[in-house]
């Protein structure tokens, strides 16, 4: 009996190391494989109703959330975007401690940016646009109007340097009073209330606004011209432990740029024409 149990015991061994050879472990940098096996995506999104947010019903909502959910279904994979609300300045730390899969929200790449993170490629470009007041009282075409004035763009993106070098340029005692903001929502409010004179926004997440509410009293400045559009190409930030997924998602998304699907989705959202948004220059 001692010998058959023996047996058995080396036979059962043997069928549990055949199994862990049959059904290999996941690995931890394959985002694609935990998102099958859990069919839940964790995504940051932002509070901006054109590009990123939540909507009534606490879902991801937004172009950033549908390009995602059309790369999903491309990819064969049954999951819900898993929306995590938060400003723009947070996405980098929150990817950095893993409190997120990416982010259903555009980011420009730059260089420091790429030392902390993964990137997608380049999905379509989202140049800035200087709103100020209804009617111009002040007479601004262009940063240099905004010295001895107050000017404001949100937490973390490239523009906070844009109206720096700007103050830095204008005549002595005469600089930018800049302020900085969580949302770019709130650099508009404060630009109809009066207290901000002009702002770096998205151009179609500003116009988005506005065409909510024409009577808001806001309008982009006219002359103004962005100082490097291809460098405003925004793509999505991923947690830097995935590494292979963004060579997975750049395959998808050029086949869904390829089959008109990606057009089709900005046109639905009012991004029309897309080409605006889909062609680099």
Known sequence: MKTFGHRLASFIGLLAASAAVATPAMADDDLMAKIKATKRLEAIVG???????????????????????????????????????????????????????LAANSMFITPARAKQILFTNVLFYNSEALFIAKGNPLGIKSLAGLCGHTGATYKGTVWVSILEKASKECPAGKSIDIRLYATSDLVLQDIIAGRVDGGLVDQYAGLYTLSKDPNLKFEIAPGYVSPNRAANGAAIPINPKYKSFATTFNKVYAELLANGTIKGLFEARGFKPAEVFLRPE
């Open 47 to 101: 509070q901006s109703p054109a590009w990123s947010t939540v909507d009534a019903a606490g879902q991801a909502d937004g172009i950033m959330p549908d390009i995602v959910r059309a790369f999903l279904k491309r990819a064969g994979i049954e999951a819900t975007v898993h929306p995590i609300v938060m400003p723009f300045d947070s996405i980098i730390p929150a990817l950095l401690s893993d409190k997120a899969d």
